[in-house]
């Protein structure tokens, strides 16, 4: 892994990466995060680590990458805004990340709901937001950050479905320099969705989406719902237009259905 000078000294922003705490191998990026959150690390401070033992995804799965390849990292963040913004959250991170990402590849990417960040219809990017509140407020959010950089093979479950910047640009790519381009991002855009305004952010998030208009499976844990995706609620929920009726989802992994 880099060190932290060296991570450092690719960094342009101010607040974003500017407390670095960099790991060969940890359980979780998100653990630790947390850990030091409660602890009151400030905002913008990462933890990033090579190789994860117990990576975190979402709906309790395992995040699996390889070593010596990918990024790994997580960001803490504390807004003041009220936590029904929490869900609006996700399109920040997927949106800055994507802005980085583009000019480095050379491809526009693809955004997921809530949060998958693809290319050529496979993910390579998945995000894990994890945060505490009191009354209305965060104590602290956890921006856990899975990015295959230069993974070349995926197997298993993951072959056709899962991919990397390497693979669908044909060439590898610096982490350090995909790393500061993202921290850039997301501190460009944290000027305004620190303040509660998330306009700029779905905005790019809505240009990158591809499920709009189209025919999509909503998987919950006791439930599976057909059904067109119309548009984003006001607190980042899915509109979904079902056979009894409009639906808003705010949690699910979607599918496109058979069109
Ligand atoms: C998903 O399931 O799509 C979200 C995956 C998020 C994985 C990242 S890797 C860095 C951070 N630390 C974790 O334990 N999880 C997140």
Not at 33 to 46: I, L, M, N, R, Y
Not at 65 to 92: Q, W
Not at 217 to 225: L, R
Not at 244 to 255: D, K, M, N, P, W
């Amino acid at each position: 892994m880099y060190s932290e000078k060296e991570l450092q000294g690719g960094l342009t922003t101010k607040v974003f990466g500017r407390k670095l705490y960099v790991y060969d191998s940890i359980d979780s990026t998100n653990a630790c995060a947390k850990t030091f959150a409660t602890k009151g690390a400030e905002e913008g401070t990462v933890v990033i680590a090579d190789h994860q033992t117990a990576g975190r995804g979402r709906f309790g799965r395992t995040w699996l990458a390889e070593s010596g390849s990918n990024l790994l990292f997580s960001v803490i963040i504390r807004p003041t805004f009220s936590k029904d913004k929490f869900g609006l959250l996700s399109f920040f991170a997927s949106a800055g990340i994507a802005l980085a990402i583009e000019p480095v590849t050379g491809k526009q990417c693809e955004c997921k709901w809530p949060n998958d960040i693809l290319l050529n219809d496979r993910k390579f990017c998945g995000i894990l937001m994890e945060t505490t509140f009191q009354k209305n407020k965060f104590d602290y959010i956890i921006i856990g950050i899975g990015l295959n950089v230069n993974q070349r093979n995926f197997l298993g479950d993951l072959a056709g479905k899962a991919t990397s910047l390497s693979r669908e640009c044909g060439r590898e790519l610096d982490r350090r320099s995909v790393f500061c381009e993202i921290m850039s991002s997301l501190e460009l855009l944290y000027k305004d969705v620190s303040r509660g305004d998330f306009n700029k952010v779905l905005k790019e998030w809505k240009v990158r989406a591809t499920i709009f208009g189209k025919r999509i499976t909503v998987t919950q844990t006791a439930s599976v719902i057909d059904g067109i995706a119309n548009d984003l609620a006001a607190d980042g929920g899915l509109v979904v237009e079902t056979k009894s009726g409009q639906r808003v989802f705010h949690a699910g992994e979607v599918t496109l259905a058979a069109q």
